[in-house]
């Protein structure tokens, strides 16, 4: 597992109170970070708790630059914390490898240009709007699995501009636009983010959530110490990394989850499902987007009666070790056989709505046992709106085993 440790070049962080501020302290306590054993350094200059203000980006440059360029000089990895592209452009310069972008695109799009031709790697966070008023969008159904949707629209925006999916790592953005409720549901229903099939990144470090397992007032060492814990059981979770500020307590508690298994876990750079290219555990994603198919669905009598194209994009994780190894499809799934199947059911009996017809073609694909998730997208691109729009869809995430939860994504 990688450890991502946190460096704070900010007066006003929640958890270290600017202690590294100046240059020269932030560059000896990420020096200090990467002795104890973090892997990565995620230098931030702005900071992004519940309440905080933007600063300008030039202010944000002056921060972390020479930080950053001090800390690669080293030799170290090091990410950038920033949702500004133009913060991005000039750490991938200075030689930060990774962009942690919180907002995941959606403050600045730009971010995935910067990434692309950068050929960085991105952490994708996920983000319903800026920290000064981050609570105010805090509703959920089913919080992973409409985490995972959004999430799944900041990919295909990331790869619109050229991102490769092995230059993807997601976070679920524990602690945005979540209570300590809902972070902690996030936590417990990781599988649906990790079905998508890229890396992730897991931040809970001294974290409010912490407080409802330890009260309100809990000591930095006692958070500490349970951010140690959570570090063990995103690990189980098959997560990627952990972002921490006590490096030494996470790498400790790796070692006796280490020692339990009889396999290493600290250090390690595994990388699960990138590209849909088979890993180590064989998980794997195929993609089937763009699928046109003329159906009869919608709540008016003309809609029943005329029809209308509809618009299907799957996202389906599954073993591909076998198939990988044999080179024979029957050790796949059929995308052809897939795409039948969807245009049929898309073409049959019709229904009110297509959150309806999105959970319909959802169980049809998990049909195949071999399915470990799928995640559908329908498009209505000719629905009845009166004002003029691009698009109407819904998305729905459905894992093997679990409930359709009877939720999804409307976007437009």
Same mark, same amino acid.
């Given at each position: 597992?990688e450890?991502?440790?946190?460096?704070?070049?900010?007066?006003?962080?929640?958890?270290?109170?600017?202690?590294?501020?100046?240059?020269?302290?932030?560059?000896?306590?990420?020096?200090?970070?990467?002795?104890?054993?973090?892997t990565?350094?995620?230098?931030g200059?702005?900071?992004?708790?519940?309440?905080?203000?933007?600063?300008? +980006?030039? $202010?944000? &440059? !002056? @921060? =972390?630059?020479?930080?950053?360029? %001090?800390?690669a000089? /080293?030799?170290?990895?090091v990410?950038?914390?920033?949702?500004?592209?133009?913060?991005?452009?000039?750490?991938?310069?200075?030689?930060?490898?990774i962009?942690?972008?919180?907002?995941?695109?959606?403050?600045?799009?730009r971010?995935?240009d910067?990434?692309?031709?950068?050929d960085?790697?991105?952490?994708?966070?996920?983000?319903r709007?800026?920290?000064?008023?981050?609570?105010?969008?805090?509703?959920?159904?089913?919080?992973g699995?409409?985490? +995972?949707? $959004?999430? &799944? !629209? @900041? =990919?295909?925006?990331?790869?619109? %501009?050229g991102?490769? /999916?092995?230059?993807?790592?997601?976070?679920?953005?524990?602690?945005?636009?979540?209570?300590p409720?809902?972070?902690?549901?996030a936590?417990?229903?990781?599988?649906?983010?990790?079905?998508l099939?890229?890396?992730?990144?897991?931040?809970?470090?001294r974290?409010?959530?912490?407080?409802?397992?330890?009260?309100d007032?809990?000591s930095?060492?006692?958070?500490?110490?349970?951010?140690?814990?959570?570090?063990?059981?995103?690990?189980?979770?098959? +997560?990627?990394?952990?972002?921490?500020h006590?490096?030494?307590?996470?790498?400790?508690?790796?070692?006796?989850?280490?020692?339990?298994?009889?396999?290493?876990?600290?250090?390690?750079?595994?990388?699960?499902?990138?590209?849909?290219a088979?890993?180590?555990?064989?998980?794997?994603?195929?993609?089937?987007?763009?699928l046109r198919v003329?159906?009869?669905?919608?709540?008016?009598?003309?809609?029943?009666?005329?029809?209308?194209?509809?618009?299907?994009?799957?996202?389906?994780?599954?073993p591909?070790?076998?198939?990988?190894?044999?080179?024979?499809?029957?050790?796949t799934?059929?995308?052809?056989?897939?795409?039948?199947?969807?245009?049929?059911?898309?073409?049959?009996?019709?229904?009110?709505?297509?959150?309806?017809?999105?959970?319909?073609?959802?169980?049809?694909?998990l049909?195949?046992?071999?399915?470990?998730?799928?995640?559908?997208?329908?498009?209505?691109?000719?629905?009845?709106?009166?004002q003029?729009f691009?698009?109407?869809?819904?998305?729905?995430?459905?894992?093997q085993?679990?409930?359709?939860?009877?939720?999804?994504?409307?976007?437009?």
């Amino acid at each position: 597992m990688e450890i991502w440790g946190v460096v704070n070049v900010t007066p006003d962080s929640f958890s270290d109170g600017g202690e590294f501020f100046s240059h020269d302290a932030a560059i000896a306590h990420g020096r200090s970070l990467r002795e104890q054993g973090a892997t990565v350094l995620d230098v931030g200059g702005e900071s992004t708790r519940p309440g905080a203000h933007p600063i300008g +980006a030039g $202010e944000e &440059l !002056r @921060r =972390v630059l020479p930080v950053i360029e %001090a800390l690669a000089s /080293d030799g170290a990895v090091v990410s950038v914390d920033t949702y500004r592209a133009e913060v991005a452009e000039r750490a991938i310069t200075a030689g930060a490898r990774i962009v942690n972008d919180v907002s995941g695109g959606i403050e600045d799009p730009r971010i995935f240009d910067v990434v692309a031709a950068g050929d960085a790697e991105i952490a994708i966070g996920h983000w319903r709007g800026p920290s000064a008023d981050m609570y105010a969008t805090a509703q959920y159904s089913r919080v992973g699995d409409e985490v +995972a949707a $959004e999430l &799944l !629209r @900041r =990919v295909e925006a990331a790869r619109t %501009a050229g991102v490769r /999916d092995e230059q993807i790592i997601l976070d679920p953005g524990i602690g945005f636009a979540k209570t300590p409720e809902q972070s902690w549901a996030a936590l417990r229903e990781l599988d649906a983010i990790s079905a998508l099939g890229f890396r992730l990144l897991i931040g809970v470090s001294r974290k409010r959530l912490l407080t409802t397992a330890l009260g309100d007032d809990a000591s930095t060492g006692r958070r500490d110490l349970a951010t140690a814990v959570t570090s063990v059981l995103t690990a189980r979770a098959g +997560a990627y990394g952990v972002r921490v500020h006590d490096v030494v307590g996470t790498v400790d508690a790796l070692a006796v989850l280490d020692a339990w298994d009889g396999a290493p876990v600290a250090g390690s750079t595994k990388v699960p499902g990138a590209a849909g290219a088979p890993d180590a555990d064989g998980s794997g994603m195929i993609e089937l987007t763009g699928l046109r198919v003329f159906g009869h669905h919608g709540v008016f009598d003309f809609e029943r009666e005329n029809g209308q194209e509809f618009v299907i994009d799957l996202h389906i994780s599954l073993p591909m070790a076998q198939a990988a190894r044999t080179d024979d499809v029957t050790d796949t799934v059929h995308y052809g056989e897939v795409a039948d199947r969807v245009a049929a059911i898309v073409a049959g009996e019709p229904v009110n709505l297509i959150e309806t017809l999105a959970h319909r073609i959802g169980g049809a694909v998990l049909a195949d046992e071999r399915i470990e998730f799928v995640g559908v997208t329908v498009h209505k691109p000719q629905a009845p709106i009166e004002q003029r729009f691009d698009d109407v869809s819904v998305t729905v995430m459905r894992t093997q085993g679990a409930p359709p939860s009877g939720e999804g994504t409307s976007t437009r």
